[in-house]
């Protein structure tokens, strides 16, 4: 007697169940996409007790007559292919056939539909598997289906689901990325008698998103379209501000062809576009929709459809991660206008320098002299040089702001606490124009530059600037470190990086490994503007370092490049330099940036605004720290409580 027999029809659908019903969520998500392949342009969803009481999904598609009712029923009954050769190109949700009897098999189930060239609908109902009932009533157009009990007779499966809490938020998760990917259909969520969430129909992207996230914040809009050989590729989609997203708890929702996605190629592609304006631990959220010709993606891979395969998948990530790298461009030349766009009023003009002004303003060091490796539009000049500020700029009553005299040393990058002035003999009288009261910012400045009025420097960290109506703070080390390591990085690419001899050469002790990489990666070390000779034993000495790194000691920075570069050099060819060189200039800058606690001159504070208008990239430190912020006169007032009058 043969041992092989054939599965009876409940117990392969219970099969089947295992793999497409998961758990309540998986229901909503088979439910959802046979109503949007319907053309629904509404879509209701109700769930009690966390979608094992109820589940309904009531939409207003094309409908089902009775005979499409019943086969709807049978496993790999299907309108939405009829030939092998559409498995090539599904252009569909779903496909398969398999979602109804499966789901129909493991609840109570009942289906009511009716088609728009009809007076009555078809009511099913099927209980575990077997039908028990079917006749006509009435009903609106479309097709509502129920579900109760779920895994009622499946209890080993039931034990598995997770609180009701996690449940519920699996549910929210898959209505919320139908609903991006359809922004123009309308959708509810009721749960226990309570609406979860309403999205409008008619919506467009942005506003769908704004719904979705709960955001208002400025959004960085994805636009890209790119012809090859095997059809046209396509990207739209919107980004939340990196610095804002952790806050919100939103992620990354990936829509490939209309359908939600989890692909590990197309975030790496996101982050990969993204490098240097993410910090450590932080991931990119917002939508984007990527559409493919249907033959160059298989969507077949998984038995829930959530995962997928791309034909030529270097192709989409190279054209992912360059449209992702454009996005944050034109996020760039969005923030330099808010920023440094000429003001709608004139500003005053600008007091002329006089000669003792000048000579003073000449001791102290200007930043460096800045280009980027990014591509950017140049800015309209502002200011031919940033003008020091005199006691004549500065306002009645307000302490003198005056640089100090040329026998001071330069502070700008010097790690020592600046020089502090015995005060004169006796307290100042109050109504002195001396009597400078002692705080953490270097006081009022008053002076304007491309628009920006300069109000000074808090805990010798933060500039203060006002426009329009907006409060905005940067920080200065992120600011300068930001602007620092775009010059290193053409450096580096052109392999030019501007090197300073050393006046009295230093001699530096390696360890056996870092003597090592030097031999063998002593290009990589030349490149990175260092000059490096042996001198005995573990004895190196350096004649030369990068011009950019300031008062850096040359021994720790050359010990700490050695260490970057040991190991395999791991190439990427969406990636100007290698990850560990890109880290070591990220590190380079930040050592040479100006820290906290260096008291600023407001010609300095001018000169650091200019070269952030002249830079390619400015808003994020190469680590991915945020540079500023900016505050409305809105949320200023609510700090104290001002707002409503």
């Known amino acids: 007697m043969s041992r092989i027999r ?30 949007l392949d319907a053309g629904a342009t509404r879509i209701d969803i109700q769930i009690e007790d966390s979608g094992s009481g109820l589940l309904r999904v009531a939409d207003n598609g094309a409908g089902m007559d009775g005979d499409d009712v019943l086969l709807c029923l049978e496993r790999h009954a299907t309108s939405k292919i009829r030939e092998e050769a559409q498995l090539a190109a599904i252009v569909t949700l779903g496909f398969r056939g398999e979602a109804i009897p499966s789901i129909a098999s493991v609840s109570w189930m009942t289906i009511l539909s009716r088609p728009q060239d009809q007076e009555l609908g078809t009511r099913a109902e099927i209980r575990y598997g077997t039908l028990r009932h079917v006749h006509q009533d009435g009903c609106g157009r479309g097709t509502v289906i129920e579900i109760r009990h779920l895994f009622g007779n499946m209890p080993a499966r039931k034990k598995f689901l997770k609180s009701a809490r996690t449940e519920m938020h699996h549910i929210e998760e898959v209505v919320k990325n139908q609903a991006l990917a359809h922004p123009a259909t309308g959708f509810t969520l009721q749960t ?46 919107f980004l939340l501000l990196p610095e804002t ?22 975030r790496h592609a996101v ?32 038995p829930a459809k959530r995962e997928i395969r791309f034909r030529r998948s ?67 000049p502002r200011l031919p040089a940033a003008p020091p500020i005199t006691s004549a700029m500065a306002p009645s009553g307000a302490p003198s702001m005056a640089p100090p005299p040329p026998q001071s040393p330069p502070r700008l990058f010097s790690h020592e606490p600046p ?22 910012h270097a006081g009022p400045v008053g002076h304007e530059y491309a628009g920006l009025t300069l109000i000074g420097q808090l805990f010798s960290l933060y500039l203060l600037c006002e426009r329009e109506g907006r409060f905005i703070v940067i920080d200065q080390h992120a600011a300068h470190e930001r602007l620092l390591y775009g010059q290193l990085l053409q450096g580096y690419l052109a392999a030019n990086i501007p090197q300073q001899a050393l006046l009295f050469p230093v001699t530096v002790e390696l360890s056996p490994a870092q003597a090592e990489t030097l031999e063998q990666r002593g290009d990589e070390v030349v490149g990175l503007g260092f000059t490096v000779e042996p001198f005995g034993d573990a004895t190196w000495v350096i004649k030369a370092a990068p011009a950019l790194v300031g008062q850096v000691e040359p021994g720790e920075l050359l010990r700490e490049i050695l260490d970057g570069l040991r190991g395999p050099m791991r190439g990427d060819v969406a990636r100007p330099v290698p990850q560990a060189v890109d880290d070591l200039l990220a590190s380079m800058a930040c ?33 991915g720290r945020p540079v500023l912020k900016t505050f409305t006169a809105q949320e200023v007032e609510r700090w104290f409580h001002r707002h409503g009058g």
């Not at 309403?198 to 012809?227: H, S, T």
């Not at 090859?228 to 590729?233: H, K």
């Not at 993204?274 to 891979?301: I, T």
């Open 6 to 35: 054939i599965l009876s029809e409940q117990l392969a659908n219970q099969i089947a169940a295992g793999e497409v019903v998961e758990r309540p969520a998986s229901v909503v998500k088979e439910l959802l996409e046979n109503s």
């Open 192 to 237: 226990d008698g309570r609406t979860a969430f309403d999205y409008r129909q008619g919506a467009d992207l942005e506003g769908r998103v704004r719904e979705v996230f709960r955001y208002r914040d400025k959004l960085m809009p994805l636009a890209a379209e790119a012809a090859a050989e095997t059809g046209t590729m396509a990207l739209d989609g």
């Open 245 to 266: 997203a952790p806050a919100t708890a939103a992620r990354l929702r990936l829509l490939v062809n209309g359908r939600p996605v989890q692909d590990a190629m197309l």
């Open 271 to 302: 982050n990969e576009g993204m490098q240097g304006f993410l910090m450590k631990g932080y991931q990119p959220a917002g939508v984007l929709r990527l559409a493919v010709s249907p033959d160059q993606v298989d969507v077949n891979v998984h």
């Open 314 to 380: 270097e192709a989409v990530h190279r054209f992912v991660a360059d449209a992702i790298r454009r996005a944050m461009a034109g996020y760039q030349r969005d923030l330099r206008t808010s920023l440094f766009a000429p003001p709608l009023q004139s500003a005053p003009p600008v007091a002329p320098a006089t000669a003792d002004s000048e000579a003073t303003a000449a001791t102290w060091p200007d930043f460096p002299a800045l280009a980027s490796a990014e591509p950017a539009v140049p800015p309209q």
């Open 419 to 440: 020089v502090q002035t015995a005060p004169a003999p006796g307290p100042p009288l109050p109504d002195s124009p001396s009597a400078a009261p002692e705080s953490g």
């Open 591 to 623: 050592k040479a940036a100006i820290k906290a606690g260096n008291r600023l001159q407001p010609v300095e504070m001018l000169k650091l605004l200019a070269q952030m208008e002249a830079g390619a990239v400015f808003s994020h430190c190469p680590h």
